[in-house]
């Protein structure tokens, strides 16, 4: 079988899929999709396109900027407490719906499990929620003493109204010397869930690995593997 022939199977397979869809998710789903090559062989997925908008009434499994900040990167950092800035509901869930394994006590040294949030309410939109933050950060601090740091996750009202939690995360790192990290995540920023992972690294970069001294170029080989976890 050629090369050509392969490629004509393939996007004969992808369009198939794509009769299914109404006209206008069509043209826009088929930048996702691609059928998998031998090695070296050119095909379809050569085109396929990433971190693209859902698109509404087609069968997503992308959360939110805030769920890929909060619950993918930041969320399974076991010894620091993350609090969901907003209403309670996104914390709940972004707690609740993905539980990840971890060993420790929690509550004393592990926090996974626990949602911290400043439940927003109607008050807290209008007048803003920059002093409730900072009486949660004392709070937090004065109940959990072992913790390593804390990070804010900022939720979609945040942005709606601009709580500058950049600010205020600077502020208490300065006043308590806790590493306190803001990443303003709110849900309805980017095209999907792939911007949290974006900024959620970026805060850890900019944050955490700021001695640059010990990003020391070296030579790879074959046999390099890279451990990224607990």
């Given amino acids: 079988m050629g090369t050509e022939t392969l490629e004509e199977l393939q996007n004969k397979a992808i369009t198939e899929i ?12 088929a930048k996702h999709l691609g059928v998998d090559t031998p090695e070296d062989v050119k095909g379809a997925c050569d085109k396929t396109k990433s971190n693209k908008q859902t698109v509404p009434g087609v069968m997503s499994q992308r959360g939110c900027a805030y769920a890929g900040s909060k ?19 996104c914390g709940q869930y972004s707690r609740a719906g993905r539980r990840n394994y971890y060993i420790g006590t929690t509550g004393v040294d592990t926090f996974v499990t626990m949602n911290f949030s400043t439940d927003f309410t109607e008050n807290d939109i209008v007048f803003g929620g920059d002093k409730k ?4 950060l004392g709070e937090i601090d004065e109940l959990f003493p072992l913790n390593n740091g804390i990070t804010i996750q900022s939720e ?13 995360a600077k502020w208490y790192k300065k006043e308590s010397d806790t590493p306190t990290i803001a990443v303003s995540c709110e849900g309805f920023r980017g095209v999907s869930q ?37």
């Fill in 18 to 29: 794509l009769e299914v869809y109404p006209a206008k998710a069509a043209k826009n789903r």
């Fill in 71 to 89: 619950g993918v990167v930041w969320g399974p950092v076991k010894d620091m407490i993350h609090i969901s800035h907003g209403p309670i509901g």
């Fill in 133 to 136: 933050l900072k009486k949660a």
């Fill in 194 to 230: 792939s911007l949290g992972h974006h900024l959620a690294n970026d805060s850890i970069r900019d944050e955490i690995m700021t001695d640059t001294t010990a990003r020391k170029e070296f030579e790879t080989t074959d046999y390099d593997v890279a451990i990224i976890g607990d």
């Fill in 156 to 168: 979609c009202p945040i942005g709606l109204i601009g709580d500058d939690i950049q600010a205020v």
